[in-house]
């Protein structure tokens, strides 16, 4: 009977101990979590501060958390548009990205940024914006809604380009939409319909490049289109900035 009474006891022992240490690794992943989102809250801190010194802003910009372009990448988007000095960008989705590089158009003295836009809210949204920071003719936000579009490899929904002026070449181009939600490789379209339409050296930049969605989207372009040089940018969700070498 001790003999079993004892064994008992271990084996809670040996339980507890193991608990213990669940709880002890639980602990550390925690802290270590708490590090890395300190960190990159940091990081956010320190873009943000460098867009509102770039662009001498006088008044807020929108959230840039959530769904919207994180400062990281909006201060990649600033530093290439007052260095390249585009004449014109294009960019897929409208919000915080259309005021910095329509400020960044302002700051050049010439240049025009052409936003497509499914949602008629965000669009009226952003053009709110745009005129609160006297930014109006800087930035143009194109009603584009999502279309059906059949293109090698299968169908999808995708930004209509009836308003996109025609036979003008683009210079920098800025992926952040559709959304994910609209179906799987969203922003797959934008290669085969917009690409053909850039100028020698254009750069593309796509964010949320760390998805699952956007690698696979970016190896197709890679096998499609590869005269495109690609290189990343350390953004929180991921920058892949594309050259059009051509």
């Not at 809670?12 to 213990?20: A, E, G």
């Not at 890395?36 to 320190?46: G, T």
């Not at 380009?161 to 609209?182: C, K, N, R, S, Y």
């Not at 490789?185 to 930049?205: T, V």
Request: aromatic share 6%; net charge negative; proline share 7%.
């Amino acid at each position: 009977m001790p003999v079993i009474i004892n064994t008992v006891i271990l084996l809670l022992l040996l339980y507890s101990l193991h608990k213990l240490r669940k709880a002890h690794l639980l602990l550390f992943d925690m802290r270590d979590q708490s590090r890395q989102d300190n960190v990159s809250l940091f990081r956010q801190l320190e873009a943000l501060q460098g867009l509102y010194a770039e662009l001498d802003l006088k008044t807020s910009l929108p959230p840039t958390r959530g769904w919207a372009a994180s400062p990281d990448f909006l201060l990649e988007l600033v530093r290439h548009a007052r260095a390249a000095r585009p004449q014109t960008v294009v960019e897929c989705s409208s919000g915080a990205s259309t005021l910095v590089l329509a400020r960044c158009m302002q700051l050049n003295g010439s240049g025009k940024v052409l936003s497509l836009e499914h949602d008629p809210h965000y669009a009226e949204q952003t053009r709110m914006q745009l005129k609160h920071h006297g930014l109006q003719q800087w930035a143009e936000v194109l009603d584009a809604p999502l279309l059906p579009q059949q293109l090698t490899g299968g169908d999808w929904s995708w930004y209509s380009l009836g308003h996109l002026p025609p036979a003008q070449a683009i210079d920098m181009l800025v992926i952040d939409g559709p959304p994910q939600a609209t179906g799987a490789l969203a922003r797959y379209p934008a290669g085969p319909l917009l690409f053909p339409l850039l100028a020698a050296q254009a750069h593309i930049f796509l964010d949320d490049a760390a998805r699952s969605d956007e690698l696979a989207i970016l190896q197709h372009w890679r096998q499609e289109f590869p005269a495109l040089q690609q290189s990343d940018r350390a953004c929180e969700k991921g920058c892949a900035v594309l050259v059009n070498a051509l």
